[in-house]
């Protein structure tokens, strides 16, 4: 953490999700998105008469792995190659032509919104259906959460890039149990929200350090907030 004077620096958004509940989706509705030349440009386009870069992906290394980090264990230290990422879901062709007419728009009001893409919104397509308990393949993963999801994976290949595993065995995603059956699987917003807990006990060890102790999936509404940023109190 900076601890000196504050500095102004420039940053380049690159990702974002959108997130709200409504009285008809209590599991919420997730929207994502990525800048639009994170992961492909037109080879033929320029910027002030330069190639367009491709921000997280290497266009000129076809063989590359994709979606694994180059460093897994600290000292992380700079200049090491970069991740090759791969959306492994693409952006659906019903969705590009939602983000054609949204640039069109936004193009006409000079918004730098513009030069994003929706990747996709997962919603529930029946927000009163129980979630699934774990090991009752397909549903398990399918209806996680509850609700019956629309799509039912959706992450954002920049924030989320290691979730994108692929064919697994179920039991290792958090909703299957131990089941060992073959799936695809990347993990989605609504599932991996669903086991939000709010922390509901502490634990003081033999040199008095406190830790909090996790309550039951769902408690926290689908907000990680709740645990991830809780406090104790002095």
């Known amino acids: 953490m900076h601890s000196g004077a504050p500095t102004h620096a420039t940053l380049g958004l690159v990702a974002m999700h ?3 509940k409504t009285q008809s989706s209590p599991q919420w509705i997730w929207s994502t998105f990525i800048h639009v030349d994170s992961l492909q440009t037109d080879s033929l386009a320029t910027c002030q008469g330069k190639p367009i870069p491709t921000l997280f992906s290497n ?8 979606n694994v980090p180059s460093q897994t264990a600290p000292p992380f230290l700079d200049g090491q190659t970069p991740t090759q990422v791969l ?7 019903a969705t ?11 193009e006409k009001r000079g918004s730098v919104l513009q030069y994003y893409d929706l990747m996709n919104t997962q919603w529930p397509t029946d927000p009163s259906a129980p979630p699934t308990p774990p090991g009752m393949l397909p549903a398990s993963i399918t209806n996680k959460a509850g609700g019956r999801p629309t799509p039912v994976y959706l ?12 064919n697994q065995p179920a039991g290792p995603q958090e909703q299957a149990g131990t089941e060992q059956t073959q799936v695809f699987g990347t993990e989605s917003c609504i599932g ?3 086991s939000a807990p709010v922390n509901s006990a502490v634990t003081v060890g033999p040199n008095g350090v406190k830790t909090a102790v996790p309550g039951p999936a769902f408690s926290a509404d689908f907000s990680w907030l709740l645990s991830h940023r809780a406090q104790f109190t002095k």
């Open 87 to 93: 959306a492994l879901t693409p952006i659906p062709l």
């Open 155 to 166: 992450i954002n290949p920049l924030m989320e890039t290691y979730f994108q595993l692929g």
């Open 18 to 20: 959108i997130s709200h």
């Open 59 to 66: 266009p000129g290394n076809a063989i590359a792995p994709v």
């Open 96 to 106: 590009q032509e939602v983000n054609r007419v949204a640039r069109r728009e936004l």
């Open 192 to 194: 991996c929200h669903s």
